[in-house]
């Protein structure tokens, strides 16, 4: 049984702690794509614009990138399960006034709180899971992302059949999830052991000094760009009701969590992490060019397929992320997000203001430069990157019993 099959056979056979994490895991990506069915609803609601709402995304990813610093200096003081209900714990509490906004800037404000207890329990969450998921790494990495494409796929479902009552309901709703998450770490999750030595504010970014670390971060910061065009812009060009809506993101995720659980290890297995996320960005960028310029129906066909491009993505980041340097896994990744949560704050705010500055089609088009420029990266920084996976990848299964999805 090779590295890859060892990792999926490993993948059910997990404990109750990893589940309880994994379960409010999906839960608290369900809290991202939530908001997409509702945007006009929320827009129409508080007498906005599309321009202000789309902020309820970039208060949220604005705070998570800044908030990247603070998780590993936090959990290292605290302990992982300490974080994670207090990450818990900021959520439930903002999601539930989020419900209750009078203003689009009360909401505004109300996510930037979600975010902070969303950044604090996603970036441990995938630390506990790596650290106590059977089948070491590889596993770990596909319970994760099988999380995430789950929570995904469910987030505009949820949002959906909630907020056709009313857009205030899918708040709520996360609030109640959340709290049911808090009380499964509480009930199943025991407190993990710290690190040696305590994480500094400064780490994450030392660690961005690291060539392979910094070149997979810029790429992912380009490619998030790309990535939340389509979660947080696309809602306003297909101006559907909430359930159509919500059935489009539904199958997008539903190829987001295939495509990064089954597909991407597969493809890299055969062709290389590189090449395969090389390709994939390119096929992204023609997909979302093709939702801008093409009739309705085109743009409901590229939304869920860019799913599968996305999914394929994540995959391949995580894996750079979490390999190719040798900073500990949770410092090395707090520095990847810090820097690629920039990118989801800006595509919000920036594309439908690209809109009013000039038509329907140029935000895509940008969206569409900026995927290959993430993937000019990858080829530009390829030696830098496949060295210090290969250089890495003895020392990691050595550690892990079995290497991260080898090349």
């Known amino acids: 049984m090779d590295a890859l099959d060892a990792g999926a056979s490993s993948l059910l056979r997990q404990s109750k702690a990893v589940w309880a994490t994994a379960g409010a895991s999906v839960v608290a990506f369900m809290g991202i794509g939530l908001v997409d069915p509702i945007l006009p609803s929320i827009a129409q609601g508080l007498d906005a614009t599309a321009g202000q709402v789309s902020l309820l995304f970039t208060s949220y990813f604005l705070i998570t990138a800044f908030a990247m610093l603070v998780t590993g200096w936090v959990s290292s003081r605290i302990g992982g399960r300490r974080t994670l209900l207090l990450g818990l714990a900021f959520v439930v509490v903002f999601a ?28 441990t969450a995938l630390a ?60 199943f999750l025991k407190e993990q052991p710290r690190p040696a030595a305590k994480t500094s504010l400064l780490d994450p970014l030392k660690a961005l000094g690291h060539g392979g670390l910094a070149s997979a971060a810029a790429s992912a910061f380009f490619y998030n760009y790309t990535f939340f065009t389509v ?29 990064s659980v089954i597909v991407a290890p597969r493809l890299q297995a055969r062709f290389g992490s590189l090449k395969v996320l090389g390709g994939s960005l390119v096929l992204l960028a023609a997909d979302v060019l093709v939702l801008g310029y093409g009739s309705h129906t085109t743009a409901v066909v590229c939304t869920i397929l860019s799913g599968a491009f996305i999914g394929v993505n994540n995959t391949v980041y995580t894996e750079l992320a979490l390999g190719v340097s040798d900073a500990p896994r949770p410092v090395a990744s707090a520095g990847y997000n810090f820097v690629r949560w920039f990118a989801a704050a800006a595509a919000p705010y920036f594309a439908p203001r690209i809109e009013e500055w000039t038509d329907l089609h140029i935000p895509f088009v940008v969206a569409a430069v900026t995927a290959l420029v993430g993937a000019a990266v990858v080829v530009v920084r390829r030696n830098a990157l496949t060295h210090e996976v290969e250089e890495l990848e003895s020392k990691h299964a050595t550690e892990d019993g079995v290497a991260v999805f080898v090349n």
């Open 231 to 259: 979660l947080a812009f696309t809602p306003f060009v297909l101006d559907m009701t909430p359930y159509k809506s919500g059935a489009v993101f539904f199958a997008w995720g539903v190829l987001l969590a295939v495509f």
């Open 128 to 187: 506990v899971i790596v650290g106590a998921a059977a089948g070491g790494s590889a596993a770990a990495i596909l319970l994760y992302e099988s999380a995430l494409g789950l929570g995904m796929a469910c987030g505009p479902l949820l949002g959906a059949l909630l907020g056709d009552a009313s857009w205030r309901y899918p708040f709520f709703g996360t609030a109640f999830l959340m709290a049911v998450g808090f009380l499964w770490i509480a009930v």
């Open 96 to 123: 539930g006034l989020a419900g209750t906004s009078g203003s689009v800037a009360e909401l505004v404000g109300f996510r930037a709180g979600w975010g902070l207890g969303n950044a604090l329990f996603v970036s």
